[in-house]
Structure formats: structure tokens, C-alpha cells
């Protein structure tokens, strides 16, 4: 990895300089994630408020072209990343069979703060955020009067051509919504593939990412949406018509992880960011600057509600190796062949 040199002006003896660059020098670190620029921005921001001895270069794309980027690295074995943040755990858990990522290693401190079932048992990988994924609507496009708490919501006469979804091709947080209503929900009646054909059938709009979801829900130019929890409560929080619900039958929640990869040149940077990411400050910002929910239980929420809190509304179903890519690949062929 590049190593960023800060050069020392004056008139110091040469042997000065020399014997201080060690500690003037700050290793560089290459991320690899799907966030948005302002995520990454802020969490830089306050890693490296922490930690002045490393700086962090993120490198962002849309979940599905980042994994396609990887997997042609691993492939030429040149990855460049040093820190991956994944989309879902099944990618994470592939790639630490694979060898390409290294031992993480949670601290005791860290591992009681974490339910246990989402814990990584060979120590490589380790879970930094819980994704919910609820219904968002506009609010001027459904009168107060009707309550919307279903996923047969999406189905309504009243929305056929106003839906929104992300494109399963290449959005990967639309995969959770599709898997509870073919697979989870299959022995529940209505639901199975026979629903998401009818949900093909009501003409939905295809988007490339949530963020884009989100506006097309709060300018109205759909009336309901399949959206992420993040999007669906920075919406509300900005005063757009929108509001969201968990659907009672069955709301995916997503755990997504975090890894080093194995021979990086910056291996204890790498991992100081990793480890610092499941600790207090890194889940503080999971909930404060992207709107997800942190995955330590000692970490207060300041946006949307705690998976406690959801249960006492709908059925929350936790997942992360069920969505593999056979199966992602599986649900976007057939939806596509529904519509």
C-alpha cells in the first residue's frame, strides 16, 4: 500500500529527520463498500480524529459492480482492498474460506456485546450492522384512513404502476424482501413465488439503489416502495411526505459484516479500523450517519427503533448466509421472467 510522507521543513540535522519520519508517516488504508460519499466521509472523519497515524481511502460502488471488481482482483490476484465492507455475510464468509481475508479477532469485550448466533465462530469475519427492510409510502398518495401493515399491501389495484423496488439484478437489499416473501413465507397463504409474480404484475419501477427509491417515494412519482430502513427513516427525518412500516408477516433484516484481507501491506492498520468499526464509536455512527442499527446491544439508537421494539410490531426475521448467490441469482431470473 502507498505510504503518505509528511516532509519535516527547517534547518533539523538530516539524522533528526530520518530517526522521525517513522513517526510522522501515517499508513493508508484501502476500503472497499457501497456506501455513499457522505458515509464515507463521515466516518473517516472520525476514525481518523482517533486515529492520526492512519489515513483511510475509501473506494465506493454499487454493491453488485463491487463484488464484480473483486472478484476480477482475486482473480489477477491484484486486490487492492485492504478493508472490505460487505453487503451480506454469504460474500464474507466466501471469501474467508477462500483464504483471501485474514484473522479479525474480536476482543471478549466486543463478542458480549454481540448476540452470538452472528458471530463469526473461526474469529475472520465480523458483523457491523443490522439492515432492516420495511415498506415506505408516500403519504399524500394513501389516505389517513387506511392503515398499511402487509406486504399484500404492495398488491393493491390502487398502486399497479407505483411501485418501486430495486432492480434484483443489480441492487443488493432488495434480495432480503424477496427471499421472506418466496422462501420464508412460502407455507403462508398468498405468499411463495405466486406473490412476487403478482408483484412483477403490478408494473413496479426498477431502481439501481435505495437512495434513488427514496426520492421517487417522497416526489411522488411512485406511491409505494420496497425500501431500507436507513432511506425510509432519513426521509421522515428531512420533512419528506413519507412515512414506513414493517410488514407484520415477515421483516427481513439483513446482518452485514466486515473483513481484513490476508496479506495486506497495512495488516494492523487494516485491522485497528475493522475492530474500531464493532466498537462504541463505529456502532454509534452505523445508527447516527447511515441509519442502520448497530449489532452491540450496549449501543443506544439516536434513528428508528431497536429490533426489540420491531418485534412488538411484525415478525422480524434476522438473516445473512441464507441469501447466497446461487439464490440471488436464482430470484432475479425469475423475476425478471414474471415480467
Known amino acids: 500500500m502507498k505510504i503518505k510522507s509528511m516532509l519535516?521543513?527547517?534547518?533539523?540535522?538530516?539524522?533528526?529527520?530520518?530517526?522521525?519520519?517513522?513517526?510522522?508517516?501515517?499508513?493508508?488504508?484501502?476500503?472497499?463498500?457501497?456506501?455513499?460519499?457522505?458515509?464515507?466521509?463521515?466516518?473517516?472523519?472520525?476514525?481518523?480524529?482517533?486515529?492520526?497515524?492512519?489515513?483511510?481511502?475509501?473506494?465506493?460502488?454499487?454493491?453488485?459492480?463491487?463484488?464484480?471488481?473483486?472478484?476480477?482482483?482475486?482473480?489477477?490476484?491484484?486486490?487492492?482492498?485492504?478493508?472490505?465492507i460487505f453487503g451480506d455475510t454469504t460474500r464474507a464468509t466466501a471469501l474467508a474460506e477462500s483464504g483471501i481475508l485474514g484473522p479479525l479477532e474480536l476482543?471478549?469485550?466486543?463478542?458480549?456485546?454481540?448476540?452470538?448466533?452472528?458471530?463469526?465462530?473461526?474469529?475472520?469475519?465480523?458483523?457491523?450492522?443490522?439492515?432492516?427492510?420495511?415498506?415506505?409510502?408516500?403519504?399524500?398518495?394513501?389516505?389517513?384512513?387506511i392503515e398499511l401493515d402487509s406486504w399484500n399491501d404492495l398488491l393493491d389495484d390502487r398502486f399497479k404502476g407505483r411501485v418501486a423496488l430495486g432492480d434484483p439484478r443489480v441492487t443488493g437489499m432488495v434480495h432480503p424482501a424477496l427471499w421472506t416473501l418466496a422462501s420464508y413465507l412460502s407455507e403462508e397463504d398468498g405468499f411463495g413465488w405466486p406473490f412476487v409474480e403478482k408483484l412483477a404484475a403490478q408494473q413496479p419501477r426498477l431502481a439501481t439503489g435505495h437512495r434513488g427509491i427514496r426520492d421517487l417515494v417522497a416526489l411522488g412519482e411512485v406511491s409505494i416502495a420496497i425500501q431500507t430502513v436507513d432511506n425510509a427513516v432519513e426521509s421522515v427525518a428531512q420533512g419528506e411526505p413519507t412515512n414506513y412500516y414493517y410488514p407484520v408477516e415477515g421483516t427481513p433484516v439483513l446482518y452485514q459484516s466486515i473483513g481484513v484481507v490476508a496479506g495486506s501491506g497495512e495488516a494492523e492498520a487494516a485491522r485497528t479500523f475493522a475492530l474500531w468499526m464493532v466498537g462504541p464509536e463505529g456502532q454509534r455512527l452505523v445508527n447516527a450517519e447511515i441509519g442502520a442499527l448497530p449489532v452491540r446491544g450496549d449501543v443506544p439508537i439516536e434513528k428508528g427503533e431497536t429490533i426489540d421494539e420491531m418485534r412488538k410490531r411484525a415478525n422480524v426475521v434476522v438473516m445473512g448466509p441464507e441469501l447466497t448467490q446461487e439464490v440471488r441469482q436464482e430470484q432475479a431470473v425469475k423475476f425478471y421472467d414474471y415480467r
Open 8 to 84: 519535516k521543513a527547517g534547518l533539523a540535522a538530516s539524522a533528526l529527520a530520518i530517526s522521525s519520519a517513522s513517526a510522522v508517516s501515517a499508513a493508508e488504508i484501502v476500503v472497499y463498500t457501497n456506501w455513499v460519499i457522505e458515509e464515507t466521509e463521515a466516518f473517516e472523519a472520525a476514525f481518523e480524529a482517533e486515529h492520526p497515524d492512519i489515513d483511510v481511502v475509501f473506494f465506493r460502488a454499487p454493491i453488485e459492480e463491487l463484488f464484480t471488481t473483486i472478484d476480477l482482483e482475486v482473480q489477477t490476484g491484484q486486490l487492492r482492498a485492504d478493508v472490505i
Open 107 to 145: 476482543s471478549e469485550e466486543a463478542k458480549a456485546a454481540i448476540d452470538d448466533s452472528l458471530l463469526d465462530p473461526n474469529g475472520i469475519i465480523a458483523p457491523y450492522m443490522l439492515q432492516p427492510v420495511v415498506v415506505q409510502y408516500n403519504t399524500n398518495a394513501v389516505p389517513d384512513d
